[in-house]
């Protein structure tokens, strides 16, 4: 133990109390826990003396030298429990009147101060026997017996317990022991007497056990982890003892990982433990040998790692698998819902032996084959002690659960083989443990700061060399004349295939149930058409002022503006009318040739083009509106300021509407509560914030705290602020720079909050990384220059700095997620898997749009993209063909009254793997060559939601199906019309006004099956020729030259000229046109 190796006395509990015997002496005694914790020592032996104390009248306990051994003894643990201190080589005999304690002289002068604390606390007599240094203390163990025999009441066979598990070890106990055997005294084993009274932990102890299970968590997520990513990426040799000593180092220094506890009151429980390579023992005694850390492909390493703060233990383990198969992965599923189904037994009332149970149950379920490998205890009882006696979490314990129990849930699979050829891997164990507190309802996990979910502790390094070797095959494998060949080249036509038709088979299947999903919705009535767009703004009651004494005195004849009561004055007929600024339109001046001035002002008047809809235009329907007044004046100077004055006043009652307005439509957000002194703020400094605030002063960063219940950012400025609830946060994203200037945050919500006077749903906070420098002078700068070298280097760290900050507050915001109040909001950092990006024009500049989990983002311009995408109904694939180097992309939403939202400009390169990525999120996508009008596409499907369903669903977005029906009988054409040629029956006006679903840029791009292979491509004039001539010849020659021309131009906006095409009345090819 701690104490143990130094010759320093430490408190068992941190708290210093009570009166010091001397001014040498550093120490004092707790008397308060003294007396609390002695009461309920000889109370708990009144109440179960037969059936724990075994009927003993004493009780004798006789604690060895100090060692340098880590051990844990049950004597020892009461001198720590009961007087805050370790008391090496001494012996205590307790008795209902007197507690007798032999020790060395300091050691009673310490105790002196407990004398009077006992006699009051449980009536006892506190007798010290002062054993001189060189002394055996043979004759102070015989005046202990007599007074044990005067306290007997002259009974010869009185019962006196002892620890029988703790051999005696130095002179002084080999002698006690001795004596204690030949006196005439009946022996009973008090182990679980104090087993049940160590096993309930007050206030104290169990803050104790927090701050031990904070700093170990601490070790293993800010330690450990990254210790093991650092040297397996490096690909460094590192023996399991290294990593030991080197975790050790970090447990007795906390402040090494930002820890702040005292190190004199830190101890390790014992030696770290770390294993790979086949070689595996789950028991607690296991250590770490010499061997190197094993991390080749289908590796698994354990690490456990055990701390002590003021004597209190605390441990947590954790299985990190590397490019686990499946047998791995699944082992470590099921040994993490056994392990989640034992600790949520521990509950006041329930049996021990329940979480051995819980968890044997989900192993029988989920993988039978495993339960003869699963060990045998789900944990044990930990705290003065690492494993306390009486309280292993086994099958046969029927104890029963009481709050303040503290338990080391601890499960693991032994010995298990996995189908691999290296025989370092072949053989392998998992393990997991954490330090549970027992309360009444659910318990309290200390360590779940150290994620043990699947995703954090499953680790792939393979695929990036699997690219590498695809690479190199590519460039290996090239023509005899020097070119390269294609992807699909290389593998064989069955392999690609079997790839291509394996995709197929999923897309059909998820057209199926997109149908069947969309029908249920639509006769449900969840996307019915209520078309919004075009709602015009409100404005509230117009009053300039209430009473015509309220009107400023007129200073002269002349246009005014009243500035505090937003109106204008005009001078009318001698008077000053006045006019609110919000009914003005516009305000314009201009001057003549004689040096005259004009103002032109315009109203909004009722009836009038882009009016605002307000109440005032229903309330004074019978009114008189002036629409229009114009002034002149000899002083262009008073006219200019006036018109700036007007367009000034008006842009400021409209902004201060518009935020009014946009804030009333907000939906109220609950108040953040801020941490408290014991839950200090998560806080990140030095952070900007995108919307920004408004207003011309300079910009500030600011600093973004995580509270009790949600974010707050703020400035300098009392002014600026914003907070973001936990409740509210829909997506939450945290993107470092690669190849970017900045590492951000960024927020998705739920609903709309303002940050400064603006209306959003997204809020980031973000780090330049690095300066927008531009070198002025026209010299180039050398590859080699010491200072662009320099400077490069010193942008690199400042990138990583960054990007490690960042991320630490990431993983600290999402260990407070994983708290089980914000369970139900199901939070955590999403990061972008850059991999899987595109380059693609979402609103108007290009941008590149990355997936993530659950979305499909673009963080970096503005606006921002989020798209969720379980709220998208199907995808679909436009302009997608041969020769075309780029195609758009329309994601459909299953709330059919949100816009079809539009990528344009995808790279054509990019096909490939953006429909290998929807296909894996099942999302249904389509191709075509054309694109779509999606407005009257939605509006149609919404008004009769049957005859689409009939019609076959999505279906009709089917190429492929298209093209094949297009060969068949015209009756398959039913409900459609070419998007070409107009039809018999109607008029080409009627034509052209009915709504297209289609707009057929592309229709002659396609070349029909049936066209001869010796025609060759004509030119447009003779196309047009032709035409002319296929109209007379069927007796249309209404056509008007405004028509044809139209017609021609239409030809001309084309993406090429058609090759191969006869003109010939009905053998133009066919594009079906979907009609209402």
Not at 18 to 27: D, L, Q, R, V, W
Not at 510 to 520: D, M, S
Not at 795 to 800: A, G, I, L, S, V
């Amino acid at each position: 133990m701690a104490d143990n190796r130094s010759s320093n006395v430490k408190s068992g509990n941190g708290k210093v109390s009570g009166a010091s015997t001397g001014a040498n002496n550093p120490y004092a005694i707790n008397l308060d826990n003294f007396s609390k914790r002695l009461q309920m020592l000889y109370s708990h032996w009144t109440k179960h003396k037969s059936e724990l104390w075994g009927d003993s009248e004493a009780l004798a306990l006789a604690t060895p030298p100090a060692s340098e051994d880590l051990r844990y003894l049950k004597s020892s643990a009461l001198h720590v429990w009961l007087l805050g201190y370790e008391f090496p080589e001494t012996i205590m005999v307790f008795m209902m009147k007197q507690i007798h304690v032999l020790c060395s002289q300091k050691k009673a002068s310490l105790l002196d101060a407990v004398k009077k604390s006992a006699k009051e606390a449980v009536g006892a007599e506190v007798v010290t026997h002062v054993k001189p240094k060189n002394d055996d203390g043979t004759g102070l163990m015989d005046s202990l017996f007599r007074s044990v025999n005067a306290q007997s009441n002259g009974d010869d066979s009185l019962v006196v317990g002892y620890i029988a598990r703790e051999a005696p070890e130095g002179k002084l106990l080999e002698t006690w022991t001795e004596k204690l055997k030949n006196a005439n005294f009946q022996l009973a084993d008090v182990t679980n007497g104090f087993s049940d009274v160590f096993a309930v932990k007050d206030n104290a102890e169990l803050t104790n056990v927090r701050r031990a299970a904070f700093l170990t968590s601490s070790v293993m997520r800010s330690f450990v982890v990254p210790k093991l990513e650092k040297v397996i990426d490096e690909e460094k040799k590192v023996s399991h003892s290294s990593l030991m000593n080197d975790t050790e180092k970090a447990i007795l220094e906390p402040a090494r990982i930002k820890v702040k506890l005292k190190a004199e009151n830190v101890d390790i429980c014992y030696p770290p433990i770390f294993q790979s390579g086949g070689d595996f023992d789950l028991k607690p005694s296991a250590s770490s040998n010499d061997e190197s850390l094993c991390y080749d492909s289908t590796s698994v390493i354990i690490c456990a790692v055990g701390s002590r703060y003021n004597s209190y233990c605390s441990n947590v383990a954790r299985t990190f698998l590397i490019d686990a198969n499946s047998v791995q992965s699944k082992a470590y599923e099921v040994l993490l819902r056994a392990q989640e189904a034992a600790i949520s037994t521990l509950k006041s009332g329930n049996k021990i032996s329940a979480a051995y149970h819980a968890a044997l149950s989900v192993v029988e379920k989920d993988a039978p084959e495993l339960v003869p490998s699963l060990t045998k205890t789900a944990g044990t009882g930990i705290g003065l002690e690492f494993r306390e006696s009486g309280l292993n979490l086994n099958a046969k314990n029927d104890r029963i659960l009481r709050p303040g129990m503290v338990f080391n849930v601890s499960l693991g699979f032994q010995n298990l083989q996995a189908e691999t050829k290296n025989p370092k891997t072949q053989k392998f164990s998992i393990l997991l443990a954490d330090t549970v507190i027992v309360r009444e309802d659910v318990p309290e996990v200390l360590t779940q700061s150290s994620s043990k979910a699947v995703k954090d502790v499953a680790y792939s390094f393979n695929e990036d060399d699997d690219e590498e070797e695809e690479r190199v095959k590519v460039k290996a494998e090239t023509r005899s004349d020097g070119t390269t060949l294609s992807k699909a080249t290389l593998r064989s036509d069955n392999q690609e295939m079997s790839k291509e038709e394996l995709r197929r088979q999923h897309q059909a299947e998820l057209a199926r149930q997109k149908n069947e999903e969309t029908a249920r919705r639509l006769a449900g009535g969840g996307s019915a058409a209520s078309d919004n767009r075009g709602a015009g703004k409100t404005i509230g009651d117009l009053i300039a002022y209430k009473n015509i004494n309220d009107l400023p005195p007129p200073k002269d004849i002349m246009i005014q503006i009243d500035q505090r009561n937003e109106a204008i004055l005009l001078p009318i007929y001698g008077s000053m009318v006045p006019f609110h600024v919000a009914t003005v339109k516009s305000v314009s001046s201009q001057q003549d040739s004689n040096r005259n001035c004009y103002i032109r002002i315009i109203f909004n008047v009722p009836g009038t083009p882009f009016n605002p809809h307000d109440a005032n235009s229903v309330k004074f329907q019978g009114s008189i509106y002036l629409k229009e007044v114009s002034f002149r004046s000899k002083d262009p100077r008073h006219i200019s300021e006036v018109v700036q004055q007007i367009k000034t006043l008006r842009r400021q009652v409209a902004s201060r509407e518009s935020e009014r307005a946009e804030r009333a439509t907000l939906v109220t957000q609950e108040r953040l509560q801020l941490a408290g002194a014991k839950f200090k703020p998560i806080r990140l400094p030095d952070l900007w914030i995108r919307p920004p605030f408004g207003g011309r002063g300079r910009k500030l960063s600011g600093s973004l705290e995580a509270h009790t219940n949600g974010f707050r950012y703020s400035t300098s400025r009392p002014d600026e602020r914003v907070d973001v609830m936990f409740g509210n946060i829909k997506h939450a994203f945290f993107q470092p720079a690669e190849k970017e200037m900045i590492t951000l945050l960024h927020f998705h919500l739920h609903n709309h909050i303002m940050v400064g006077n603006k209306k959003t749903k997204d809020v980031q906070f973000y780090v330049e990384v690095m300066d927008v420098v531009q070198t002025l002078g026209g010299g180039k700068r050398s590859a080699y220059d010491p200072d662009e070298v320099e400077e490069e280097q010193r942008e690199r760290d400042r990138k990583n700095k960054t990007n490690m900050d960042l991320q630490n507050f990431v993983n600290r915001v999402n260990d407070l997620w994983g708290q089980p109040q914000f369970k139900s909001l199901d939070l955590e950092f999403d990061q972008p898997l850059r991999e899987l990006g595109f380059h693609g024009v979402p609103h108007k500049a290009s941008a590149f749009i990355v997936p993530t989990s659950s979305c499909l983002v673009e963080l970096i311009e503005t606006p921002f993209v989020v798209i969720t995408l379980s709220e998208i109904e199907i995808v679909n694939l436009e302009r997608v063909g041969l020769g075309q180097k780029n195609f758009d992309m329309a994601i459909v939403f299953k709330d059919f009254k949100r816009d079809v939202f539009r990528i344009d400009s995808i790279p054509s390169t990019s096909l490939d793997g953006i429909k290998e990525w929807l296909d894996t999120t099942d999302l249904k996508y389509y191709e075509s060559r054309l694109n779509l009008n999606w407005r009257p596409i939605l509006k149609t499907i919404t008004d009769d939601p049957e005859q689409f369903i009939e019609d076959g669903g999505w279906e009709f977005l089917n190429m492929e199906v298209s093209d094949s029906d297009s060969d068949k009988s015209e009756e398959s054409d039913k409900g459609y019309v070419p998007s070409d040629i107009q039809s018999d029956s109607g008029s080409e006006e009627e034509d052209d006004d009915s709504e297209s679903l289609v707009e057929s840029e592309d229709d002659e791009d396609e070349d029909s099956e049936e066209e001869s292979e010796e025609d060759e491509g004509k030119t447009w004039e003779e196309l047009e020729r032709e035409a002319s001539y296929a109209d007379r010849e069927k007796g249309d020659d209404s056509d008007s030259e405004q028509e044809r021309a139209r017609r021609k131009m239409k030809a001309f906006g084309k993406a090429r000229a058609p090759e191969k095409r006869s003109l010939g009345g009905s053998n133009l090819p066919k594009r079906p046109k979907l009609r209402r």
